[in-house]
């Protein structure tokens, strides 16, 4: 999986799994923090309607850090597709 130089991956490990036996394999990222310490988030229902990139830009006052709730939400499959009173985990950044 080809990562472009500046990507939040560039220092990552990246390694493809699969699940189920004969199921398409994912790519996983394995990422390797120094001194990261402890990560706290806050829990937010999510609406009928609602997008990440909005959500992000009311927690962290931009849109293009939507990403950050997502990689906070790996049980999320679909951003296009959340249902309501799904609790996101709301990354402290």
Do not use: C, H
Not at 10 to 26: G, R
Not at 42 to 65: A, C, H, T, V, W
Not at 66 to 85: K, R
Request: charge should be negative; avoid cysteine.
């Amino acid at each position: 999986m080809p990562i472009r130089l500046g990507s939040r991956y560039e220092l990552s490990v990246v390694d493809f799994i699969s699940f189920e036996p004969d199921e398409d394999a994912y790519p996983v990222v394995f990422y390797e923090f120094d001194e990261l310490g402890t990560l706290t988030y806050q829990e937010y229902p999510y609406k009928q309607g609602e997008r990440l990139d909005n959500i992000s830009m009311k927690f962290y006052g931009k849109p293009n850090f939507w990403w950050v709730i997502m990689e906070a939400n790996p049980e999320i499959e679909d951003i296009q597709n959340i249902p309501a009173g799904t609790f996101l985990r709301i990354p402290r950044v």
